[in-house]
Every structure is written in C-alpha cells, then in structure tokens.
C-alpha cells in the first residue's frame, strides 16, 4: 500500500501511525540503562524546580523520550527486523519514512498562515522555510500570549510537510537567545550538532526558556532592553569614582558607571542616557584574558563603547534580559564572577558597604510594598498605604510618595482625552480592572469574558439576514469564528483586532439596549488601552472601527442604527449602534465585580 500524495490524508495517517510507533520505541527504550539514568536524572531536576507543576514534568520528560527514540530512530532500524513482519503495511512504512528521517528539534516563527491549521513557517537560526501542518499551532493563535510568538518544537518529517511531536514550546526569544544558551550548556556540542544535538542531550534548557515565556519584552523609551556585549582587549579609560561604583574579586574588576561627570556631559550632550545610567546598566568588566562592554540597550551599548575609546564596535550578541537572570542562577556567565543581581553577605562589607547593603535592603521592602500595591491596583482593589508600610518597615509617607510618581508616569504615558472628545466619554460600564485587561487580546471561543451560544437556530437566522454571503465562513470557521475574522482582519495586528473586538462588544453588551455612539466606544478604547494609542492617531482609529463596525455588525444584522450612516457621519463615527436580540443571545458578557 502506497503513503498517500496529498498533504491532508498524509498528515492523518502519520497522525494515526504516530501512538503505534511511539510504542514500539518505548518497548525497545525500557531495556536502556543510559537512556533510564538521564530520564531520572530529568526528573530529579524537574521535581526541584517545578514540586507543583506535575503536567509540565509529564510534558517535559515525555518529549525527552521522544527526542531519544524518534530523534534518533536511524540508530534503531534493528527495531524494523524485530517488528517488520508483525506490523501492518502502512505502518512499516511510515517507520521506515522515520528512521531515515529522525525527529528534529527546530526553534521557528510563522511566516504565513496558508490556511486553518497550515503554515509556513521560519528557522530562526537559518531562515529555512518549511511547511508545518499543526492543530496545535492554530489554537495558540487565540491567545495573545501564545500568539505570533517565536517557538521551539521536536519536529517529525512526513515528506510532504512538518508535523510536531509533544509541546510546542512558546516564548519571545530571539535567535541570538537561542544560540547564547546553547553555547552555554555546551559549546563544542552546539558547534558539531547545533540546537538540535543541545536540546537532544541538555532538556533542563526548555525550563529556562519556558520559565520567561509570559514574560513579554521590555522597553524604555519605545527601545528594547536587550543585553548588548562585547569583548575587547585593552580599555584605556580613567574610572573615577564616585561616578563609577568599582568592585574588585576573585582577580576581575567591574566598573558601573553611577552618574556622568561634566566632562561626559560636555563631551557626549545631555541624553536620557548619561540622566538615568542606572536603567541602562552601563558596565565594563575586567576579567583574567580581556575586557567585557555591557549595557542593556542598543544606543547605551554604543555610547559606552564611544566612552571607553572602542567606538564603532559590534555587539557580539543581543541577549534576552530575564534570560539572562535566569541563566545566572545556575550557570557562570560571561561577567563571573559578578552577577547582574544578588546580595552581598554583611559580614564580608566594609562600613561603607554594608550601610549601602542596608540602604539596599530598605529598597527592597519598598518594592515589596509597591509590588503589593501594584497587584492591588491591578485588580481594582483598596490598599491600606500606612498599614501596608508598617508592616513591612517603611516610611508611609516615602510610600505615598512612590505612588504618586508611579501614577505621574502612568498618566503620562496614558490617552489625554482632548477637551472637545470629552462630550463623546461614555459612563455606566463596568470598566476591567488592569489586571483582566489582557484578557481582552483573547479569542472569543477561548474568551474567560463572554458566554458563547451558537445555536443552530441563530446561525440559520444569521445565513438569513446575510443572504447566505457567509455560509461557507461559517461551516469552516463557526459563526463567531466568522465574525472574528471578518473585524480582527481589518486591522493591522491582530492584538489590535481582537483588543477593540472584545472591548466593543464588552461596552454593547453591558449597557444593553442603550443607544451607542461609535466614536464613544472607540474612545472608550483608546482610554483603556495604550498600546492602541501607540498605534493610530484618534481620528484614524475612528475611521477604521467605524469601518469595521458597519461591515461586521451592521451589514450582518448584528447591531441596528437608526439611520444608515453616510458621510462624515461614518467617517467620524458619529452614528449610534445597538445590540440586536440575535448579538445579545450569541455573546453574553461574564458579569464580575470591580
């Protein structure tokens, strides 16, 4: 019997062939030893690190077997000899298809969605391009954390197209992430067999990666923070204090710059960066054999190296910042044997150090109160400022003061709305409290704010009210997969899509039957969320959901208006919108308190 040619009926039955397979490797894998060893040590490290996390453990250590069977299926074609003649056609062959090609580990972004669960996709490390047929992949799609984000899988060639085997690990590493945690674990190996030979003989890897995977990047000043560094033979440099901190151990220096001096200032201009050095981290280490240049974004890096008399040089890699942290628990860094963060034992501090230790200390419980506060505010909670300071052993009012920055630099990165908008402000909605505002990046089939009801009576309803335009959409996609569709894909970004979707119909559906100006829920919108103010001006964003809201929700009978609006009417959105019986029976909003 011959593999089938076209894509879809070779992907199923590799899909079915796959259990069959896998069990025949694990028969041969119980017998051995080294293979045994490695496993429980996995676990062992597993257990340690995550006690509670009992289906991640699974997950892990189940795609380690895998890595060690199918990944190198073509070191057991004995295994062929031994099940050839019992096996039936189909599945020999796809065993056979295996051993010749092994499981492979591959880190990827998407390159394009060919259509619901195909994609194209893009090796981070070489820009190869495969396709990757992958149920799993398309429902990371709904939510925003797992979406379009860059991925690691163990890979299974089915001579058509890629299919995974086990999780498919998510994240925001960058390629160089990638290969400065290979090199790390062990260089000579990532040099003869690359990420797939790392991932193969060092798993404890993923818990590292998958450790900072909600952790999204950061930025300061619309600029990635990213570890920048490079090496350097000779720094010819006089490091005055107090402006640099100077640390001596273990017969390596670390000079941290603190604070510009005139003379930097006169030389290099004034700059956010020579303000605030400390944000930046500008440092230089002077370690056995050569100098390290470390800063945590692109123009500090620069800058410093112009300081140090090395201008013009290269970064030699571009590293994930919690990474990094989380690196240097475990593994000596290129900056040993100083750390990017840890404390200082008092009994080993001079006087002056150990008041700065104690200066320290008092820093941190003032983190712990506004990380408290914080979490408070996040989800619209009180917070008992002198209690809460009390209790950790700070001045009240330095507390209050912190906060009243912290809501001055909230303020000003949130939308100021402009005196003549502010008639067009909507009041009466349960407004979500920051920390179920990300929720609202979410699909609505995965959505934890509505109550879905896509009867087979409202569906036919709605192929009436459209004329059957969307029949096929709608078999293919469901009823609100169709709608989706239709709004998220007018945007830019399907963040913005599904953010401005939600939050629409979170501001319909609460306030009823009430007649809604269109430029009021956008400005509603544009209120609560920054990241769509970073992305259109006020009037263009306008436009496009009064664009989207005619197009999805009133040519679908989905809203009623009272007029059909024309001209700078629709264009400014000045019409309003209502929730009709059918939208108000499908989606229903999940009350909770606020």
Not at 412 to 434: C, H, I, M, T
Request: charged content about 25%; aromatic content about 12%; overall charge negative.
């Amino acid at each position: 019997m011959n593999i089938p040619q076209d894509l879809e009926n070779r992907c199923n039955l590799f899909s079915t062939q796959f259990d069959l397979v896998v069990s025949m490797f694990d028969d041969y894998a119980s017998d051995d030893h080294a293979l045994n060893e490695s496993t429980d040590a996995l676990e062992s490290f597993l257990t340690q690190e995550e006690p509670h996390n009992d289906e991640y453990r699974y997950s892990i250590l189940n795609q380690y077997m895998l890595s060690q069977t199918l990944g190198k299926a073509d070191q057991h074609g004995d295994l062929l000899q031994n099940y050839g003649a019992v096996l039936p056609p189909q599945t020999r062959q796809v065993f056979e298809h295996w051993v010749a090609h092994p499981a492979f580990y591959l880190a990827f972004k998407i390159g394009e969605r060919k259509k619901k669960d195909l994609f194209e996709i893009v090796d981070l490390l070489t820009d190869a391009r495969y396709l990757f047929s992958s149920p799993g992949l398309e429902s990371m799609q709904d939510k925003r954390e797992t979406r379009n984000a860059t991925y690691v899988a163990l890979m299974l060639d089915n001579g058509l197209c890629l299919q995974s085997a086990g999780m498919i690990h998510y994240g925001s590493l960058l390629a160089d992430d990638i290969v400065f945690t290979c090199r790390l674990f062990d260089a000579d190996l990532y040099a003869k067999a690359g990420l797939d030979g790392v991932l193969k003989e060092y798993p404890q890897v993923f818990y590292y990666w998958d450790n900072i995977s909600i952790i999204p990047s950061i930025t300061l000043k619309d600029a990635e923070m990213l570890i920048h560094m490079a090496y350097v033979d000779e720094v010819d440099y006089d490091f005055q204090r107090p402006f640099w901190s100077i640390e001596s151990k273990e017969g390596a220096t670390q000079y941290r710059l603190q604070e510009a001096d005139e003379a930097m200032i006169e030389q290099y201009g004034h700059s956010f960066l020579l303000e605030q050095p400390g944000l930046y981290n500008f440092r230089i280490f002077k370690l056995k054999q050569r100098w390290l240049i470390f800063a945590f974004a692109a123009d500090a890096f620069s800058l410093l190296c112009r300081i140090v008399g090395h201008p013009g040089t290269e970064p030699l890699v571009r590293l994930s910042i919690p990474l990094a942290l989380q690196l240097e628990k475990d593994h000596p860094m290129p900056w040993q044997p100083f750390k990017l963060v840890g404390e200082e034992d008092d009994e080993d501090l001079d006087e002056d150090e150990a008041v700065k230790s104690a200066d320290e200390r008092e820093i941190a419980a003032l983190d712990r109160v506004m990380g408290r506060y914080i979490e408070a505010l996040n989800n619209g909670k009180d917070f008992n400022v002198e209690k809460e300071a009390r209790k950790a052993g700070v001045d009240a009012e330095l507390v209050q003061e912190f906060i009243t920055q912290m809501h001055k630099t909230i303020a000003k990165y949130s939308y100021n709305v402009p005196r003549e908008e502010k008639q067009f402000e909507l009041d009466g909605w349960p407004v979500p409290p920051a920390s179920q505002r990300r929720d609202f990046a979410d699909d609505l089939y995965d959505s934890s704010l509505f109550l879905l009801d896509e009867a087979e009576e409202l569906i036919e309803r709605f192929h009436g009210y459209t004329q059957d335009r969307y029949r096929q959409e709608v078999e293919s996609e469901g009823l609100i997969g169709c709608i989706e569709d239709l709004f998220v894909k007018e945007f830019e970004d399907e963040t913005l899509g599904y953010t401005s979707l939600n939050t629409l119909l979170w501001i319909i559906l609460n306030l009823g039957e009430k007649p809604l100006l269109v430029r009021s829920l956008a400005l509603e919108a544009f209120k609560l969320f920054p990241l769509l103010h970073r992305a259109y001006e006020f009037n263009v964003y306008v436009e496009l959901v009064s664009k989207v809201v005619f197009k999805c929700f009133i040519q679908t009978s989905l809203c009623s208006v009272a007029e059909r609006p024309r001209g700078e009417k629709r264009t400014r959105g000045l019409y309003t919108i209502q929730a009709s019986p059918m939208l108000r029976t499908l989606i229903s909003p999940i009350a909770y308190s606020v």
